[in-house]
């Protein structure tokens, strides 16, 4: 019997979903629960895995082709049922341009564009994607990212050395006034165009308004330097300033319901959960996963699943469930050395916390100059709702909790 492979549901606001790749050819072995094609949503991109094990029997999707929720994508089926098939072309030969010969060797196809590696190395959605549209092969790539894995911007700066060459130039699209002879267009991602829709909607929705405090972090610094080596070995992960501002924010929200609650024409809906999404960087975007019931968590827990998240976001290995039902956000846009930000509010929420750059400098205490480590918060939220007032208290609580972290709580 067939199993049928569908476009999962991967939020309550997603509708479709665009296949990326596909991770087997037809006529391979399948194992369950192993990776078996890649999806992009305006949420997330995640690599889907078998429900059962076989053989691909049958591809229906095609790379690049969005579809809803539900839709049928492949079959798979037993080798028998595969052979039987042989009516639809395996999309992975049509991106490596491999056909099959008599005597069952791989060799190029007429008109075949470079091949894609796929069991060599492991290469993100975006990757493969960007690598298809332009017929990069990835084995000439020389990867930077992490276990020197080839990157977004790898490939994109091989395009640019490669139209700087003998190779054609980069096709930069129609001609017009506004390029000059050395522009060129490059490709907007899939991830990119919903970050811009979604920006866009926002500032069109809600009024931003930004309110900063000047917050001191010298107490917080100082127990940081004194336990991370300890922290380190026992989360494994780096202690960051970041679970210490989630903690504080989310201590802040049961006090400030209005501050974690969304804005409709119904009325003011207040959520009963604390999820704290945090802003991670990719390399050609940004995501927001989500650390469910954050005001329940110790500052460990927070330290540890903030930092796992963070890693997997990076490798394109976050759930669809985990970029869901964010009630708040945090954006630490210090760690790119900004010290002062004014972030876009994560739709339907009313707010977001941002904070720059923890640096050390002159203050004055009591008519004394000292040496602190000082940081700026800056909350964007939606004027709707909130007013200056209520924000002011807000930042005022977190900044208190901060300043005055209760330490006996780390656990």
Known sequence: MKIEIVMPQMGESVAEG??????????????????????????????IPSPGAGVLSEILVQEGQAVPVGAALAYIGKAAETEAVGTREPIAEAITGLSTGAAGAATPAAGASLAL?????????????????????????????????????????????????????????????????????????????????????????????????????????????????????????????????????????QAFTLMNASYTDGGIVVKKAINIGIAVALEDGLIVPVLREADKKSLLTLAKEAADLAARARERRLTPEEVQRGTFTVNNFGAFGALIGTPIIVQPQVGILGFGRVVKRPVVIDDDIAI???????????????????????????????????FSIVK
């Not at 990326?20 to 949420?43: F, Q």
């Not at 800056?378 to 901060?402: E, K, P, T």
């Open 18 to 47: 665009r296949v990326v790749t596909w991770l087997k050819r037809v006529g391979e072995p399948v194992a369950k629960d192993e990776p078996l094609v890649a999806i992009s949503t305006d949420k997330v991109d995640i690599e």
């Open 117 to 253: 590696p796929r069991q060599e190395a492991w290469y993100s959605p975006s990757v493969l994607q960007l690598a298809k549209e332009h017929g990069v092969e990835l084995a000439q790539v020389r990867g930077t990212g992490s276990e020197r894995r080839v990157t977004r911007k790898d490939v994109l700066d091989f395009i640019e050395k490669r139209s700087q060459g003998p190779a054609p130039p980069l096709a930069v699209g129609p001609k017009s006034s506004v390029l000059a002879p050395e522009d060129q267009t490059l490709p907007i991602s899939h991830l990119r165009k919903t970050i811009a829709e979604n920006m866009v909607r926002s500032k069109q929705t809600a009024p931003h308004v930004t309110q900063i405090h000047e917050v001191d972090l010298t107490t917080i610094a100082r127990y940081r330097e004194a336990n991370k080596e300890a922290f380190s070995r026992r989360i494994e992960a780096e202690l960051t300033f970041l679970p210490f501002l989630v903690k504080a924010t989310a201590e802040a929200l």
């Open 372 to 406: 602190r480590w000082m940081v700026y918060l800056c909350l964007s939220y939606d004027h709707r709702l909130i007013d200056g007032a209520y924000a002011g208290a807000f930042l005022n609580r977190v900044q208190a909790d901060l300043e005055g972290f209760d």
